[in-house]
C-alpha cells in the first residue's frame, strides 16, 4: 500500500486540518506524510487579497505541487477553493462542516457598537456587510493567518476584527471577547474542509472518498454554484449559505457593492431531488433583479478577469 502524501499550506490552521485528515486516514488503515507550502498568499500580506487578482491565491502553490507530482493529495479550507479546478484536479471529499458563522473579536467594550468604531477585516464580504450595517464605522485591511490577525489586532487602536469562528474553534484560539455575526452571510462553503486528489489516482480518490460527509458535500455544492454563476471569484462581496432544514434545504444568498450600501438578497428552499441547478437558479434571480449591474462595475473596480 502507497504512504498518501498530503500537501497543506503552513499555518497552524492548515496543519491542523491536514493532521484531522491524517488521522481519518490512518484510523481506515492508510499510511500517510504531511508536506507543508508556503503559499503566495501567505507571502504577499502587504496588499489586500483583491489587489493580487487572484481566486484561489491561497491554493495555486499547492496545486503546482499536485501537478507536480510532489504530494498526492491537498487539503484545503474550501471557502479559499475557486469553484473551478484546475485541469486533472477533482473533489475527493468534503469533511462534515464546522460552524459556519463570522465573529466579532473585540477588546471587551462594545460601546462602539453604537457609535463610531473602527473595524479590521481583509475580506470585501465582511467589509461590505459591515457597512450595511454600521454605515458610520471605519473598516480597515486585515492580513495574515489566524494568529498573526490576532495580535494585530491587540497592536492597533481597532475596536474589533473579524474572523471565522471554525478557525478559531478548531486551534483553540476563540477569546472570550466576541459576538457571533448571526446576521452576517458567510462566504460560500465557510467551515467546511476540502480534500483534492489527481483524477487519474484512483488509490487516494477511493481512500479520500470514505471520509466525504453527503449534507456538507451538497450544502457547498449550491453555496459554490451560486457563487460561480454570479462569477465573484473569492474577492466580490458574496455571501451563501445552505442548510439542511426539516426535509429541504433552506438557502440564503447575498451580494454588495464595496460600500455596502447596495444589496441583492435571495432567500428561497428546494426539496433534495433538485439540487443540482439550485445554486444557478438562485444566483439567476438576483443577476436579473439588477445584480447584473453591480457585478460588471464590481469587475470593473476589482479587476476580475
Known amino acids: 500500500m502507497k504512504t498518501i502524501r498530503i500537501g497543506t499550506r503552513d499555518s497552524e490552521l492548515a496543519l491542523w486540518q491536514a493532521k484531522t485528515v491524517e488521522k481519518k486516514l490512518n484510523d481506515l488503515g492508510y499510511k500517510t506524510v504531511i508536506t507543508a507550502v508556503k503559499s503566495q498568499g501567505d507571502i504577499i500580506l502587504d496588499k489586500p487579497l483583491y489587489e493580487l487578482g487572484i481566486t484561489g491565491i491561497f491554493t495555486k502553490t499547492l496545486d503546482i505541487a499536485m501537478l507536480n507530482g510532489d504530494v498526492d493529495i491537498v487539503v484545503h479550507s474550501m471557502k479559499d477553493v475557486p469553484t473551478l479546478l484546475p485541469k486533472g484536479i477533482v473533489q475527493g471529499a468534503v469533511l462534515e462542516r464546522a460552524t459556519v458563522f463570522d465573529i466579532l473579536v473585540h477588546k471587551g467594550n462594545t460601546d462602539f457598537l453604537i ?11 465582511r467589509k461590505a456587510q459591515w457597512l450595511n450595517k454600521y454605515p458610520k464605522h471605519n473598516v480597515v485591511d486585515l492580513r495574515g493567518n489566524v494568529n498573526s490577525r490576532l495580535k494585530k489586532l491587540q497592536d492597533n487602536n481597532w475596536d474589533g476584527a473579524i474572523f471565522a469562528a471554525a478557525g478559531l474553534e478548531r486551534i483553540n484560539l476563540k477569546p472570550d471577547t466576541f459576538i457571533e455575526l448571526d446576521w452576517m452571510v458567510p462566504a460560500p462553503a465557510q ?21 466525504n460527509h453527503k449534507e456538507s458535500e451538497i450544502c457547498t455544492f449550491i453555496e459554490r ?46 426539496t433534495f431531488d433538485n439540487y443540482k441547478t439550485f445554486g444557478k437558479l438562485c444566483a439567476n434571480e438576483i443577476l436579473t433583479s439588477g445584480g447584473n449591474e453591480l457585478m460588471v462595475e464590481l469587475r470593473k473596480t476589482l479587476k476580475v478577469k
Open 225 to 270: 454554484q451560486f457563487l460561480r454563476t454570479l462569477e465573484g471569484g473569492c474577492t466580490a462581496p458574496i455571501g451563501a449559505l445552505a442548510q439542511f432544514k426539516d426535509e429541504e434545504i433552506h438557502f440564503q444568498g447575498v451580494l454588495f457593492s464595496l460600500d455596502g450600501k447596495q444589496k441583492f438578497s435571495i432567500e428561497k428552499s428546494c
Open 115 to 125: 457609535s463610531e468604531g473602527t473595524i479590521a477585516t481583509g475580506s470585501l464580504r
Open 191 to 211: 467551515g467546511a474542509m476540502l480534500v483534492v486528489a489527481m483524477e487519474s489516482d484512483t488509490f487516494c480518490k477511493e481512500a479520500v472518498a470514505k471520509l
